[in-house]
């Protein structure tokens, strides 16, 4: 058994959610640079060098690069010999977010309750997933998500005989609806299979991945391309303002699913794209 | 792409008349932010019969929610937020003398129809860089909805501000056109 203190979670998760709303990620930083000498549209190229000049910006003046710091989604991976003490988990997250959105100047963006919208002024609480496996170590993985991308993301409930053709043709109809609204070039996150919400969650997870890692599954690395290139010849491009850029990514997670069912989600994330990863 | 334009508020008709789609513009002045939660209360006060927090006359209104300020510093990050969420209650502003707005993404029919006939004016900022457009900003000061937090009503003076014309005056809508261009 390790025992993990829980003021070490709430530490930790204060240092990520200022650190993902600071930082741009590397990975995203190279696909940018990559797409602006690509880019046919010059206000689209001219674009996407104001979006890293704003990264660069944000990083020497440790500010966040966007206003909308979203609001925090947490995956934590538990390692099954590992005994929490000192407190309690979902609290000690609840308070690392807490602090990291008052200590890091972040806009607290969540309200109490979706009707009766009063704001609840710290952030919390988190969206967070918890996932049991063997071990002795903690995965944290946390994603501060930003709703002009999020309110276009979408998830149906296709069935099996629509197939490859019927999920990839709601993918690209899912971002071309989007059009300019959730800040392109995005990061498309897809989850196909699982039920109702474990293809949203899948989704969302997809968003974490880094995006200059391939897809181990062949088969799903092929689409991920092909996806890739009928979103970009959209038009759609830089900020909506056309262009060759639309997405920088199209990552895709599986799970199995019922003989019944083909539930597809995709979620959609601009391009600060931000995701943080760390293991105690 | 073509020189940018600049141009200081208040917006009158002569400054929109000039503007075209796809312009670029640097907007310097006295500007004032509202989204979501402020436009629901601007229009609970106009049905009210109330006075607005602000002469809305010939002013540009930009919808963002700010980050916290730093100390020292004049506001947080400030990028545009998705407009559409405002389409429901821009036509009520735009007839009472709501001349231009800032966000980002396009509008419904109502509002391209109710820019027309206002003879009003819509631009897009670059959505996610608000880092580098509150370095524009040189003052601002909540002057309604305190209570809001990130969505109180700011008078903000700004200094070359950078905005790209996506809805003229007469109604011809930027991301429409362009997309259509680079569609294989």
Do not use: W
């Not at chain 1, 009707?115 to 609480?125: A, E, Q, S, W």
């Amino acid at each position: 058994m390790k025992e993990i203190n829980v003021a070490l979670i709430e530490n930790t998760i204060e240092k990520m959610c200022i650190d993902a709303n600071y930082y741009l990620n590397k990975d995203i930083k190279y696909a940018l640079v990559k797409s602006s000498l690509a880019e046919a549209s010059p206000l689209g190229k001219n674009i996407i060098n104001d979006i890293l000049e704003n990264a660069k910006l944000a990083e020497e003046k440790n500010v966040p690069m966007c206003q909308d710091t979203g609001m925090a989604v947490i995956f934590i991976t538990i390692g099954q010999e590992v005994h929490f003490v000192g407190g309690n988990l979902t609290e000690a997250i609840n308070n690392g977010v807490r602090m990291g959105y008052s200590k890091g100047y972040l806009r607290k963006s969540v309200v109490k309750d979706p009707l009766n919208r009063v704001n609840t002024n710290d952030n919390t609480p988190a969206i967070i997933h918890y996932d049991i496996v063997p071990g002795d170590k903690v995965k944290i993985t946390l994603a501060p998500k930003g709703f002009g991308s999020e309110n276009m993301s979408k998830t149906k409930m296709l069935v099996p005989s629509d197939g490859i053709n019927g999920v990839e043709d709601f993918i690209v109809e899912t971002v071309s609806l989007a059009g300019s609204n959730p800040c392109p070039p995005i990061i498309v996150g897809v989850g196909i299979g699982g039920t109702l919400e474990k293809a949203a969650i899948l989704a969302k997870k997809a968003l974490t991945l880094d995006i200059d890692k391939t897809n181990p599954n062949e088969y799903y690395r092929e689409m991920e391309t092909r996806l890739l290139k009928k979103i970009n010849n959209l038009g759609i491009g830089p900020q909506g303002l056309g262009g060759n850029t639309t997405a920088l990514a199209v990552k895709i997670l599986t799970y199995p699913t019922h003989i019944a069912g083909l539930p597809v989600a995709v979620n959609i994330n601009c391009h600060a794209a931000r995701h943080i990863e760390i293991e105690l | 792409m073509a020189n940018k334009i600049h141009i200081t508020t208040p917006l009158t008709d002569e400054i929109i008349s000039n503007l075209k789609s796809g312009d670029e513009v640097l907007i310097s002045g006295t500007i004032y932010t509202a989204r979501d939660a402020a436009h629901k209360k601007l229009i609970d006060s106009i049905n009210s019969g109330e006075n607005l927090p602000f002469d809305i006359k010939n002013t540009i209104m930009y919808y963002v929610g700010p980050s916290p300020k730093k100390p020292g510093d004049v506001i947080g990050s400030a990028g545009p937020t998705t407009s559409y969420r405002m389409d429901a209650y821009t036509p009520t502003l735009l007839d009472l003398g709501l001349k231009g707005m800032i966000g980002k993404g396009s509008r419904n029919k109502n509002v391209v129809e109710s820019i027309k006939k206002n003879h009003a004016v819509y631009f897009a900022a670059i959505g996610g860089a608000g880092a580098l457009i509150s370095s524009t900003i040189k003052s601002s000061e909540i002057i309604a909805y305190e209570e809001l937090g990130p969505e109180a009503v700011h008078k903000l003076t700004v200094e070359n501000f950078p905005a790209i014309v996506v809805l003229d005056s007469n109604g011809n809508d930027l991301y429409t056109i362009e997309r259509e261009k680079y569609k294989k």
